[in-house]
């Protein structure tokens, strides 16, 4: 499976900053995703990133707070604005190539702290 | 619409104990796709197996196993002989068919706290 690597791992940062996550696939992938992991939580999904267009976004996510590029077949940012200690979470991106009978693959996450 | 139910929140067992974590889940697609994650503590999610939803052959790997019943909504994983490197929270995830160029989504489960116990 494809190899996954997501900056910055984690993050300690300041009421009403931004933070932008990295995603870096080592192949080109047909999908790529964001979800978030809130402490103690199950996985839901942000939005799924597309290539060279707007990502579509899950009901309760708006791109104002998370604006998500993705310029190429392995690489995608989210950006997590205005942040406040409700963002606090993991965040992880995960890739999928095919059709949705393919798992997706996941990176490390990034473990982020809002003071 | 997709749900999946993981009632299990946390299972403590001693090792070499066999336990079963439940995944119960609903859909009105007759495709879909089922899996099962492990998230150890350091907090990487590993994909562990894929089913389909017109295979019912039950799976194993090793001291893993997977019971797929369609009747029941059910997709339960068992690990035999546990050991505390299986310590971790399990999801179970579903995802449909996609049609038409759409993208689906994976709707997981709550997950279940696995402590294995020396």
């Known amino acids: 499976s494809a190899v996954i690597s997501q900056k910055p791992s984690r993050d300690i940062c300041q009421r009403g900053t931004s933070l932008t996550i990295q995603c870096q696939v080592d192949?080109?992938?047909?999908?790529m995703f964001w979800y978030r992991q809130q402490p103690g939580q199950s996985l839901t999904l942000i939005a799924t990133?597309?290539?060279?267009?707007?990502?579509?976004?899950e009901s309760g996510f708006v791109i104002d707070k998370f604006p998500i590029s993705r310029p190429n077949l392995t690489f995608s940012t989210l950006t997590v604005s205005n942040m406040s200690p409700e963002d606090s979470s993991i965040y992880l991106c995960?890739?999928?190539?095919?059709?949705?009978?393919?798992?997706?693959?996941f990176g490390d996450g990034t473990r982020l702290s809002i003071l | 619409a997709q749900k999946v139910t993981q009632a299990q929140t946390e299972i403590s067992v001693v090792e070499k104990e066999d336990v079963t974590l439940d995944c119960v889940y609903e859909?009105?697609?007759?495709?879909?796709?089922l899996f099962w994650y492990k998230q150890p503590p350091s907090g990487e999610l590993v994909f562990l197996i894929r089913?389909?939803?017109?295979?019912?052959q039950n799976e194993i790997s090793g001291r893993y196993s997977w019971n797929f019943q369609k009747s029941t909504s059910s997709f339960n994983f068992t690990i035999t002989a546990s050991q505390v490197v299986d310590s971790a929270v399990y999801f179970c995830?579903?995802?449909?068919?996609?049609?038409?160029?759409?993208?689906?989504?994976?709707?997981f489960g709550t997950g279940t706290l696995l402590a294995v116990q020396p």
């Open positions: 995960s890739v999928r190539q095919g059709h949705s009978n393919q798992p997706q693959h």
């Open positions: 192949s080109q992938v047909t999908m």
């Open positions: 990133a597309n290539q060279g267009s707007e990502a579509t976004y």
């Open positions: 859909t009105r697609d007759t495709t879909y796709y």
């Open positions: 089913r389909n939803s017109f295979d019912e």
């Open positions: 995830a579903l995802s449909e068919a996609a049609y038409g160029g759409a993208t689906n989504k994976l709707i």
